[in-house]
């Protein structure tokens, strides 16, 4: 192999005749910066890959599984399943296999159905311990009540009762003079 050094740009050069474009030098800087971001980033665990593909998994899954062509789907395997049952004699077979199916599909929709809804509250929990942090004279103490005991959260309820019910009796003529309603 033949060392070929570098062409040096003379005086009077152009970056353009030098085959230095901008996008060259943009991928280089993206390219360098990814590097160096990966380089701070920590070490993964095999438990955060996983979780992370089964977060993903469980996301696109229900966004599929919750649609109206998964429920024909399933009501279509239902009507051959029970169209096929003159065929079985209607046998016990015949019966084992839909609860066999139904069973392990239900075991296995329960995790993800139970993986997207701790996913939303989370979430749900972060807005609005955001909003509670933004609004000024908001209680910050609300901020953390999924973590209260039941007898707290009763106290908390029943303290937010006798807050709703000052405010319908000092309601004042521009109200509808409808009562709140209650849970």
């Known amino acids: 192999m033949r060392f070929v050094p570098a062409r040096l740009p003379k005086p009077g050069d152009s970056a353009r005749k030098l085959g230095v474009t901008r996008e060259r030098l943009s991928n280089m800087a993206n390219k360098t910066r990814s590097k160096e971001a990966k380089k701070d ?17 469980a996301q696109r899954s229900s966004t599929l ?9 399933a009501v279509l395997v239902i009507l051959v399943w029970l169209i096929t ?11 084992l296999i839909i609860n066999t199916a139904t069973t392990v599909v239900t075991f296995l929709m329960v995790f993800l159905i139970q993986n997207t809804q ?3 509250a989370k979430a749900m929990h972060l807005k609005l311990d955001e909003l509670i942090r933004a609004v000024k004279g ?15 959260l009763k106290k908390l309820e029943e ?14 003529g521009s109200d509808n003079g409808q009562p709140a309603i209650s849970r």
């Open 159 to 172: 303290q937010f009762r006798r807050l709703r019910k000052q405010a319908e009796n000092s309601r004042t």
């Open 41 to 57: 980033e920590p070490e993964r665990d095999i438990f955060c890959i996983v979780s992370d593909a089964f977060r993903c998994f």
């Open 85 to 95: 049952g003159p065929t079985f004699h209607f046998s016990d077979t015949w019966q």
């Open 65 to 73: 599984l919750g649609s109206a062509w998964a429920f024909c789907g």
């Open 138 to 152: 908001a209680r910050n103490q609300l901020v953390d009540l999924e973590n209260l005991s039941d007898e707290d």
């Open 118 to 120: 701790n996913r939303d």
